[in-house]
């Protein structure tokens, strides 16, 4: 028996079994790679649902009591375990800034607030899939809030 003629059938026997395992590997890590996604997407919509609402001129009341009912402490918990670490960051500084803003007070900085809301969107929106996106915070806010422009002076 020839050993030229055994290998290359043993060859494409073993290719084709590793180009299959390569394969399977492949799909399973799309599949955890989705999963993921649409669970990160299920977070953030709910962690976003107070702000639309209370955007959209809804009862102010109802939309302070949803950030602060254990629900949304409990997305938020569940944002530090799925979130990228940008929108976590992004996350942190709006609500360190509103846990620390006096929102009765004159000197509010709602441009600031206009700031951060918009990077925590922006910053969701790349985490997504949308990495070299080319808006900025102010544009992830123009179709929501009226006369932006206009209340930032701009």
């Given at each position: 028996?020839?050993?030229?003629?055994?290998?290359?059938?043993?060859?494409?026997?073993?290719?084709?079994i590793i180009t299959?395992?390569?394969?399977?590997?492949?799909?399973?890590?799309?599949?955890?790679?989705?999963?993921?996604?649409?669970?990160?997407?299920?977070?953030?919509?709910?962690?976003?649902?107070?702000?639309?609402?209370?955007?959209?001129g809804q009862d102010?009341?109802?939309?302070?009591?949803?950030?602060?009912?254990?629900?949304?402490?409990?997305?938020?918990?569940?944002?530090?375990?799925?979130?990228?670490?940008?929108?976590?960051?992004?996350?942190?500084?709006?609500?360190?800034?509103?846990?620390?803003?006096?929102?009765?007070?004159?000197?509010?900085?709602?441009?600031?607030?206009?700031?951060?809301f918009g990077h925590?969107?922006?910053?969701?929106?790349?985490?997504?899939?949308?990495?070299?996106?080319?808006?900025?915070?102010?544009?992830?806010?123009?179709?929501?809030?009226?006369?932006?422009?206009?209340?930032?002076?701009?």
């Amino acid at each position: 028996m020839n050993i030229d003629i055994i290998i290359p059938p043993i060859l494409i026997i073993v290719g084709g079994i590793i180009t299959w395992l390569v394969k399977k590997k492949t799909e399973e890590l799309k599949a955890v790679e989705e999963r993921l996604r649409e669970e990160k997407r299920k977070i953030y919509t709910q962690l976003l649902d107070p702000y639309i609402e209370l955007l959209s001129g809804q009862d102010q009341i109802k939309a302070i009591k949803k950030v602060t009912s254990y629900e949304y402490k409990k997305n938020a918990f569940y944002l530090c375990l799925y979130g990228s670490d940008k929108v976590i960051s992004a996350y942190n500084s709006l609500m360190k800034f509103a846990y620390e803003s006096d929102f009765d007070n004159s000197n509010y900085d709602a441009e600031k607030m206009f700031n951060l809301f918009g990077h925590f969107i922006l910053e969701i929106r790349k985490d997504l899939g949308y990495k070299k996106s080319k808006l900025d915070e102010i544009d992830m806010l123009r179709g929501i809030i009226k006369d932006i422009d206009k209340n930032l002076n701009k």
